[in-house]
Protein backbone atom coordinates (compact mmCIF):
# COMPACT_ATOMS: atom_id res chain seq x y z
CA UNK A 1 0.00 0.00 0.00
CA UNK A 2 1.08 3.64 -0.83
CA UNK A 3 0.81 6.33 1.70
CA UNK A 4 -1.69 9.24 1.33
CA UNK A 5 -0.84 12.48 2.79
CA UNK A 6 -3.84 13.02 5.51
CA UNK A 7 -4.26 15.13 8.22
CA UNK A 8 -6.82 16.20 10.58
CA UNK A 9 -9.24 15.06 13.40
CA UNK A 10 -9.43 15.36 16.81
CA UNK A 11 -11.53 15.19 20.06
CA UNK A 12 -14.86 17.20 19.26
CA UNK A 13 -18.27 17.07 21.27
CA UNK A 14 -21.45 16.08 19.94
CA UNK A 15 -23.11 18.40 17.18
CA UNK A 16 -19.15 20.12 16.72
CA UNK A 17 -17.18 19.97 13.63
CA UNK A 18 -14.00 18.39 11.80
CA UNK A 19 -12.37 18.84 8.20
CA UNK A 20 -10.34 15.90 7.16
CA UNK A 21 -7.88 16.36 4.25
CA UNK A 22 -5.81 13.85 1.74
CA UNK A 23 -3.63 14.75 -0.78
CA UNK A 24 -2.15 12.55 -3.74
CA UNK A 25 -1.58 13.58 -7.65
CA UNK A 26 -2.86 10.90 -10.20
CA UNK A 27 -6.12 9.43 -8.71
CA UNK A 28 -9.27 8.88 -10.37
CA UNK A 29 -11.35 8.43 -6.70
CA UNK A 30 -10.02 9.61 -3.18
CA UNK A 31 -12.39 9.58 0.16
CA UNK A 32 -12.20 7.99 3.52
CA UNK A 33 -12.81 4.55 5.19
CA UNK A 34 -13.54 4.75 8.94
CA UNK A 35 -12.87 1.80 11.41
CA UNK A 36 -13.53 1.01 15.04
CA UNK A 37 -11.91 -1.81 16.79
CA UNK A 38 -13.41 -5.27 15.87
CA UNK A 39 -15.15 -4.65 12.89
CA UNK A 40 -14.19 -3.93 9.09
CA UNK A 41 -13.35 -0.76 7.35
CA UNK A 42 -16.76 1.19 6.57
CA UNK A 43 -16.61 3.41 3.19
CA UNK A 44 -17.74 7.08 4.32
CA UNK A 45 -17.33 9.00 1.20
CA UNK A 46 -15.52 9.35 -2.06
CA UNK A 47 -15.25 11.75 -5.03
CA UNK A 48 -14.24 11.12 -8.63
CA UNK A 49 -11.28 13.45 -9.84
CA UNK A 50 -13.09 13.54 -13.25
CA UNK A 51 -16.50 14.60 -13.04
CA UNK A 52 -16.78 15.77 -9.03
CA UNK A 53 -19.12 12.57 -8.24
CA UNK A 54 -19.74 12.19 -4.94
CA UNK A 55 -21.24 9.01 -3.05
CA UNK A 56 -21.89 8.75 1.01
CA UNK A 57 -22.61 6.16 3.05
CA UNK A 58 -26.49 6.78 4.16
CA UNK A 59 -25.50 7.34 8.33
CA UNK A 60 -23.77 10.54 6.87
CA UNK A 61 -25.55 11.38 4.12
CA UNK A 62 -26.65 15.56 4.64
CA UNK A 63 -23.75 15.87 7.80
CA UNK A 64 -20.70 14.85 5.49
CA UNK A 65 -19.82 16.93 2.66
CA UNK A 66 -16.22 15.61 0.34
CA UNK A 67 -14.89 17.80 -2.12
CA UNK A 68 -11.51 18.42 -4.17
CA UNK A 69 -9.29 20.87 -4.83
CA UNK A 70 -7.77 19.38 -8.17
CA UNK A 71 -5.42 22.35 -8.46
CA UNK A 72 -3.75 21.07 -5.22
CA UNK A 73 -4.57 17.01 -5.63
CA UNK A 74 -6.13 17.62 -1.98
CA UNK A 75 -9.48 15.96 -1.19
CA UNK A 76 -11.49 17.16 1.91
CA UNK A 77 -14.64 15.59 4.07
CA UNK A 78 -16.20 18.45 6.01
CA UNK A 79 -17.93 16.64 8.84
CA UNK A 80 -20.73 18.71 10.67
CA UNK A 81 -23.06 17.76 13.22
CA UNK A 82 -21.10 14.72 14.60
CA UNK A 83 -22.41 12.15 16.65
CA UNK A 84 -20.91 9.59 19.20
CA UNK A 85 -21.64 6.98 16.80
CA UNK A 86 -18.96 8.73 14.06
CA UNK A 87 -16.14 7.89 16.44
CA UNK A 88 -13.82 5.85 14.94
CA UNK A 89 -10.50 5.45 12.79
CA UNK A 90 -10.58 7.82 9.15
CA UNK A 91 -8.57 6.12 6.82
CA UNK A 92 -7.88 8.18 3.48
CA UNK A 93 -8.14 6.04 0.26
CA UNK A 94 -7.78 6.54 -3.70
CA UNK A 95 -6.72 4.84 -6.71
CA UNK A 96 -5.85 5.70 -10.08
CA UNK A 97 -8.69 4.04 -11.47
CA UNK A 98 -11.96 2.42 -10.38
CA UNK A 99 -11.56 -0.93 -9.29
CA UNK A 100 -15.33 -1.77 -8.16
CA UNK A 101 -17.71 -0.54 -5.63
CA UNK A 102 -16.82 2.42 -3.70
CA UNK A 103 -17.85 0.75 -0.76
CA UNK A 104 -14.93 -2.21 -0.86
CA UNK A 105 -11.91 -1.39 0.71
CA UNK A 106 -9.83 -4.12 -1.01
CA UNK A 107 -9.47 -3.04 -4.17
CA UNK A 108 -7.79 0.63 -2.89
CA UNK A 109 -4.25 0.75 -3.62
CA UNK A 110 -3.21 4.09 -1.86
CA UNK A 111 -3.86 5.04 1.50
CA UNK A 112 -3.42 7.00 4.74
CA UNK A 113 -1.90 6.47 8.03
CA UNK A 114 -5.21 7.11 9.20
CA UNK A 115 -6.28 9.38 11.89
CA UNK A 116 -8.90 9.92 15.31
CA UNK A 117 -12.16 11.07 14.92
CA UNK A 118 -13.74 11.20 18.66
CA UNK A 119 -16.69 12.60 19.28
CA UNK A 120 -17.68 13.15 23.33
CA UNK A 121 -21.88 13.19 24.16
Known amino acids: EEQLVESGGGLVQAGGTLRLSCTRSGVDIMGWFRQTSGKEREGVAV????????FYADSVKGRFTISRDNAKNTAYLQMNNLKPEDTAMYYCAADSMVRGRWTEAGWYNYWGQGTQVTVSS
Open 47 to 54: ILTEDGST
